[in-house]
């Protein structure tokens, strides 16, 4: 059974730092790309981030870019984002996600496996 575990969420006040984590089991997880999307409340889920296979490609949803950074450690079947610099823009459910598309995609559409999200609010 695959499961994807995410944590580091909570409330931060803008201009702050989170790190969220995302703990892969039940597949090969060096053998997929990953990303995180995210969902604010009223809003449809975005795509936010995505990290490939090997860890040597990354893309980012403009909104967050030179602000956040995706990588991950196969080793540890784990991924994680960083987020500096929060706004209150960047509150939202945010979801990790697995896709057999090695460089990582952007398009919900292509991911197979998800988490259940957690929760980051970001205070003014």
């Known amino acids: 059974q695959v499961q994807l575990v995410e944590s580091g969420g909570g409330l931060m006040q803008a201009g702050g730092s989170l790190r969220l984590s995302c703990v892969v089991s039940g597949l090969t997880f060096s053998r997929y790309g990953v990303g995180w999307f995210r969902r604010a409340p009223g809003k449809e889920r975005e795509f936010v981030a995505t990290i490939s296979y090997t860890a040597d490609n990354t893309d980012y949803t403009d909104s967050v870019k030179g602000r956040f950074t995706i990588s991950r450690d196969n080793a540890k079947n784990t991924m994680y984002l960083q987020m500096n610099s929060l706004k209150p823009e960047d509150t939202a459910v945010y979801y990790c996600?697995?896709?057999?598309?090695?460089?990582?995609?952007?398009?919900?559409?292509?991911?197979?496996?998800w988490g259940q999200g957690t929760q980051v609010i970001v205070s003014s």
């Open positions: 996600a697995a896709t057999s598309s090695r460089p990582g995609s952007h398009y919900e559409t292509e991911y197979r496996y």
